[in-house]
């Protein structure tokens, strides 16, 4: 009986044992420039080591873009993290939320600003992590119409 009550303390839920990655406050603005389109914005990502983690976790980006109904509208965002460089370290049982700002310095084409206009539109990237083997955590921010709509 005391091996069974052993054995149900060292299992637990994955989220124990791994990374959760979530993205927030996605905030994003479109500008209709002489040029072209500039797209700005701004979110958080949240990302936590379970208690039970074998160790800290090292967390790399992946790419971001922005989509809608599961289709790509705009590839290869510039994110900038702020206040930290990627990798980065989170330690067991601990929480770090970063605020990332997009690099608007690159001007999307003049109708871009149309279409991202049409609809809601979704922040979607990812990151890896190395704990239990590594792996990728798929990031959805949720959808929303950009400002200057």
Partial sequence: MLVAGLGA???G???NISVSATVSNV??????????TQLGGSFSLELEVGAQAEHAATV?????S???????????????PQGVTFPVKVGTGDSKTIPFTLDDSALLPASDK???CSGDVQLVGAVTHDLNGGETKPLQGSPGLPSGC
């Fill in 13 to 15: 839920s994955k989220d």
């Fill in 60 to 64: 790399e980006l992946g790419s971001f």
């Fill in 114 to 116: 149309a279409n991202l």
């Fill in 27 to 36: 905030k994003l603005t479109v500008t209709e420039q002489t040029l072209g």
């Fill in 9 to 11: 303390l060292g299992c």
């Fill in 66 to 80: 922005l989509a809608r109904d599961g289709a790509t509208l705009v590839g290869a965002l510039k994110v900038v």
